[in-house]
């Protein structure tokens, strides 16, 4: 046996390689939730880390291994590489190790279970964005579907996840053409999937196979449009091009992309002066990588948000006119006394930014139904009490509507 790894757990060599995966013993195995594939894959816990065990060709798992660790440096969405296992016993196939994304499910599972047309909405424009998130990087995925994607919990709304790169290829940067085909790939996919669930009656009657895949690519177009185009205007000095930068760049980080620069050309035509901004988009992320400089605390786009949110929010009531200072009391004094007041057997419930993210707006809710301010430690019990406790696990279920508490 030979394992090819960057940053090898010990504990890898004590596993059953010398049989194939199909015949691993229950008890060396986790039960989670996964797409369809074309490989046998398990999952395994390891210590208090899970991993996912893919048998597949030794130039296919090399292949998808090396574009994993490439996605990683680049800060892409995807699942985290650990290693090659090859030259097992009776010409076994080799296997690809990676990291389980903990809180995460198959898009599929949610489709096949009642999905109300919000929850939806917010599913599609997830995926959309990985897609967009990918082609800015130059990769071009090549069989983008349901089940090779995850999503996590995003403060109301999902953010996804790459699983599946044996067909993915890293470029400089995508033409138009490659980003078609791959956005084609998707739409064929997705639509095959939909009725495949659709046959088997796991979909809502509401659902349409042809909408949803048409809706991805729908999706994907106004948020490419939105990230890339030259914006033209009509500028009769300084002050009014600077506005316009600084309102295209304000809007950018909305949708949590950050800009490395804006080109800029400045046309006079009959008297009118016309410049056209077009801002160089270099990665998603913007309040993500925001709240991990201020607190340490690593959040999804939208949970990052919120929290940055509070601590604004904080900083004001405060005064504390130092960002840093009001950073580290809020962490301090807010978010950490919230997150130790959850009870060790609650703890798999959420992960600890999601978790605060809801304890917020149930305090939203309750000052709502009191016509006053309930405060911060009564909504964190009565979340913990009435909501919590009747959460499925999400680390660990197998199927679960996430929208139902």
Known sequence: MRITSALVDPALIDLPWSIPLEQWPADQLVALPQGISRHVVRFVRLGGTVYAVKETRERIAEREYDLLRA????????????????????????????????????????FSHTLRPQTLDRLLDALAALLVRLHLLGFFWGDCSLSNTLFRRDAGAFAAYLVDAETGALHLRLSNGQRDEDLEIARTNIFGEALDLQAAGLLHESIDPEHVSDDVVRRYEILWHELTHEQAVLASGTTDSRRQIDKRIRRLNELGFDVEEVAMSIVEDGGERRVTLRPKV?????????????????????????????????????????????????LTEVFEPVIRAVPPHLRGKLEPPELFVQVIGHRWQLSESAGRDVGLAPAVQSFLADVLVHRPDEQAILGFDPEEV
Do not use: K
Request: a negative charge.
């Open 71 to 110: 996605l990683e440096r680049l800060g892409a969405p995807a699942v985290e590489a650990i290693a090659i296992v090859a030259d097992r016993v009776d010409e076994l196939e080799p296997v690809l190790v990676t990291r389980h994304l903990q809180f995460s499910l198959p898009y599929r599972a949610l």
């Open 282 to 330: 270099v990665d998603a992320g913007h309040h993500t990588r925001r709240l991990l400089r201020l607190t340490g605390l690593d959040a999804e786009e939208n949970q990052a948000r919120a929290l940055l949110n509070d601590l604004d929010a904080y900083r004001a009531e405060s005064d504390i006119p130092d960002e840093a200072q009001a950073a580290h009391r809020w």
